[in-house]
C-alpha cells in the first residue's frame, strides 16, 4: 500500500511562503493524480490544487490562484505545493490525497472531494 506524509508546515507572516511536500512511500503507479486540500478550524475541507499526470490536467482554486503553485520530482515520488503572498485566510491543515488509477478526480475546472488514499496532513498557519 502507498502511504503519503506531508511535510513543510509552519508558522510564516501574511506576505511569506511555504513549500509542502507530500511523499510517497512503495509501489507508486504509472497513473495517478495528487491532490492538495485545507481545512481551517471550524469549516469545511476545501479542494485547493490537483495534478493528474496522466493527462496533463492541472486545477486551482480561485482562492489561491495565481499565489499557489504545485510541481512533482518523479524521481523521489515526492509532490509539492509552492504557497506564495499566504494570506492569514490560508491557515489551515493542509492534506495531500492521490488516487492511484485514471479515475477523474482532477480535471483543469474541477477537484473531486473523495480520493483513495490520503495523509495525515500538515499545519499551516499566517499570522497577520
Known amino acids: 500500500e502507498v502511504q503519503l506524509v506531508e511535510s513543510g508546515g509552519g508558522l510564516v507572516q501574511a506576505g511569506g511562503s511555504l513549500r509542502l511536500s507530500c511523499a510517497a512511500s512503495?509501489?507508486?503507479?504509472?497513473?495517478?493524480?495528487i491532490g492538495w486540500f485545507r481545512q481551517a478550524p471550524g469549516k469545511a475541507r476545501e479542494g485547493v490544487s490537483c495534478f493528474a499526470n496522466y493527462d496533463g490536467s492541472l486545477y486551482y482554486a480561485d482562492s489561491v490562484k495565481g499565489r499557489f503553485t504545485i510541481s512533482s520530482d518523479n524521481a523521489k515520488n515526492t509532490v509539492y505545493l509552492h504557497l506564495n503572498n499566504l494570506e492569514p485566510e490560508d491557515t489551515g491543515v493542509y492534506y495531500c490525497?492521490?488516487?492511484?488509477?485514471?479515475?477523474?478526480?482532477?480535471?483543469?475546472?474541477?477537484?473531486?472531494?473523495?480520493?483513495?488514499?490520503w495523509g495525515q496532513g500538515t499545519q499551516v498557519t499566517v499570522s497577520s
Open positions: 512503495g509501489f507508486v503507479p504509472v497513473d495517478y493524480a
Open positions: 490525497a492521490a488516487e492511484w488509477s485514471t479515475l477523474a478526480v482532477c480535471t483543469n475546472d474541477y477537484i473531486h472531494p473523495s480520493w483513495g488514499s
